[in-house]
């Protein structure tokens, strides 16, 4: 009866600690998205700055073309 009694202790603790490194595994998954997520916003967001600041530059070397010109 005491045999029963550490296998089933023996298997719920086998048990929690699946259950412990899978929901360690699923909170490493959600911050490896969280984390790709922040880059991914990071890119836009630098992507946009230097699309921004290229079309200031076209513009300012048109600017100073035109005034050349004329």
């Avoid at 899978?22 to 990071?42: H, K, R, W």
């Amino acid at each position: 009866m005491m045999l029963l009694i550490l296998v089933d202790d023996a298997l719920t603790f086998i048990n929690d600690t699946s259950t412990f490194v899978d929901d360690t595994l699923t909170f490493i998954n959600t911050s490896q998205t969280f984390t790709s997520e922040a880059l991914t916003f990071v890119d836009d967001a630098l992507t946009m700055r230097f699309t921004r600041a290229g079309i200031a530059y076209k513009l300012l070397t048109n600017s100073l073309k035109l005034s050349l010109v004329v």
